[in-house]
């Protein structure tokens, strides 16, 4: 295999301005010694398929702007390893850190690095983080790094870049910052950033759109800033800019209190000197949307006319992000609007009572272990689940006192548990997660080794085991059930532990499951202003 050459727009392509600086020919000289260095390795032989000429490059630079981060301090990489650290006592998942050395060039940071961009790049196969191929590539770029720690040159442009500039009041600059980090970064380059890029160039290639494709990426950015969880720790963009920004403490604070983003449709009612006032459909809430964030507020003149909008609180004022424009008045819109589970969601946070929620969840918890025997999770034949789940509805209702779900087929829904001992058939599950309530799943019941799972397979478990651990739409609740039911029967277990990834196994769902790895309540508060 060829040794191939990096050129400085294949270095550019990877840092945050288009701009050449002096020290961009020193990283790129240090990039290509990268790169010869790996080819005496069995790496790009081992995975060449995974490793093109382009992936090649990539990595290389990728690696090399790991040693810049840490020579300018720009602290994307010391941000991650205490936030790991603040998370599970331990800079790093995997390899063995007691010879540690923060804020400095470490085998074992090169060697996650290389193992977290191989199963970013691609998604299609997990690649062990023990793997011998990765610990060799590893070893051999820490003899080049070393060589250079000493005589680095610090770039300035990034030492400060990804901070929040002069003026944090302003959402719009603390936001920039929380754009840079996620869109314009290397260690977010295989993640966040290429989220956004599939995302673009999907809208892109799509014929039909109904709205003008500068307010559809525009939005798109921000939705994505906003709700897109990284792979790395499954944290949100407001939360690393927290850690980037951690010395300014009151920063600090503020990113981590930043809302959720409203996307909603409102009736504009009205405007004082420096507020504009927004009522939204669905929930009936008042917005008042501080006029630093939208300089056409005098063309606001007509009364309940209907605007589609973004709103995002930061130091107390809701300001506006994202995109606005016009919707045409129609009651039956507003009527459809008003009946809207999701529009009613979107604005559920801020009726955010926990308390009241735990309450719900426990009474809904007891409720559903007397309808289903005792169990919290309950076995059955894949066609039986929707009749399952209907079944317990009403007899949670009747229980209430408020009588059975609508039934269109008029059908007995009454359960029979003699159906569950004749399985055939694709089979599924129903469980109730004390955090978020009833879930359902199909395909995985042989990751559950329980004596109350007719249909356990120890030749599948692996292979199911493995599918839940990485299905976004499994919670993560129902994985550590799993986990806690199988860790000394399934087979599974016995080979994460073998290799050390069984005690980083929660950072492998964060990985994994990025935002689905948050368990949220299934339900929402509505009927509060």
Not at 369 to 395: A, R, T
Not at 499 to 520: C, E, N, P, S
Request: aromatic share 14%; net charge negative; glycine share 4%.
């Amino acid at each position: 295999m060829p040794i191939t050459k990096i050129y400085i727009k294949d270095w550019l392509e990877i840092k945050p301005y288009d701009t050449i600086h002096q020290e961009d020919h020193y990283y790129l000289h240090l990039s290509n010694k990268v790169m010869e260095a790996l080819h005496k390795g069995d790496l790009f032989k081992e995975y060449e398929k995974l490793f093109t000429s382009k992936v090649r490059i990539k990595l290389c630079c990728f690696l090399t702007s790991y040693l810049e981060d840490l020579v300018s301090g720009s602290e994307l990489w010391n941000s991650f390893v205490r936030k790991h650290t603040k998370l599970y006592d331990k800079p790093l998942p995997f390899y063995v850190t007691e010879d540690y050395a923060e804020e400095e060039i470490n085998n074992e940071d090169i060697c996650f690095l290389i193992w977290y961009f191989m199963n970013t790049i691609q998604e299609e196969q997990f690649i062990i983080p023990g793997n011998e191929v990765i610990l060799e590539a590893g070893t051999l770029v820490m003899d080049i790094f070393e060589e250079a720690w000493e005589y680095a040159p610090e770039n300035d442009k990034l030492k400060d870049f990804y901070a929040v500039e002069e003026g944090a009041s302003n959402y719009y600059k603390s936001r920039l910052s929380i754009d840079k980090i996620l869109f314009r970064s290397w260690l977010f380059s295989t993640d966040t950033k290429k989220i956004l890029e599939d995302s673009v160039e999907t809208l892109l290639n799509e014929s039909e759109i109904d709205s003008p494709r500068h307010i559809i990426l525009n939005e798109t950015r921000d939705f994505i800033l906003h709700t897109s969880y990284t792979r790395l720790l499954s944290l949100k963009g407001n939360e690393w800019a927290a850690e980037v920004n951690g010395k300014r403490l009151d920063l600090r604070h503020e990113f981590n209190n930043i809302s959720l983003k409203i996307l909603g449709n409102f009736f504009y009612k009205s405007q004082d000197e420096y507020d504009i006032f927004f009522e939204h459909i669905a929930s009936g809430k008042l917005f008042k949307m501080t006029k630093k964030s939208y300089d056409h507020a005098k063309e606001l003149v007509v009364v309940d006319k209907i605007f589609s909008l973004g709103l995002v609180k930061w130091l107390g004022e809701w300001w506006f992000s994202g995109t606005i424009y016009e919707l045409p008045y129609n009651e039956n819109f507003i009527k459809k609007e008003r009946k809207s589970i999701d529009a009613l969601r979107a604005v559920a946070f801020l009726d955010d009572d926990t308390e009241f929620m735990k309450e719900t969840l426990i009474e809904h918890r007891k409720l559903f272990l007397e309808y289903s025997n005792g169990q919290e999770i309950v076995f059955m034949p894949f066609d039986h689940i929707e009749k399952f789940v209907k079944g317990y509805m009403n007899f949670f209702n009747k229980k209430l006192g408020k009588g059975d779900v609508p039934n269109e087929d008029s059908e007995d829904i009454s359960w029979d548990w003699n159906e569950i001992n004749n399985p055939s058939g694709d089979t599924g599950l129903v469980y109730f997660n004390p955090e978020s309530g009833v879930e359902m799943a199909h395909g995985f019941n042989s990751a559950f080794a329980v004596d109350h799972n007719p249909y356990y397979d120890e030749e599948r478990s692996t292979e199911h085991l493995m599918q839940m651990l990485i299905d976004k739409s499994i919670s993560t609740g129902l994985c550590y059930y799993a986990i806690e039911q199988g860790k000394n029967k399934l087979p599974l277990f016995k080979i994460l532990g073998s290799k050390g990834i069984l005690t980083d196994i929660d950072f492998l769902l964060r990985f994994w499951k990025r935002d689905a790895y948050h368990t949220r309540p299934s339900f929402a508060l509505v009927g509060k202003k």
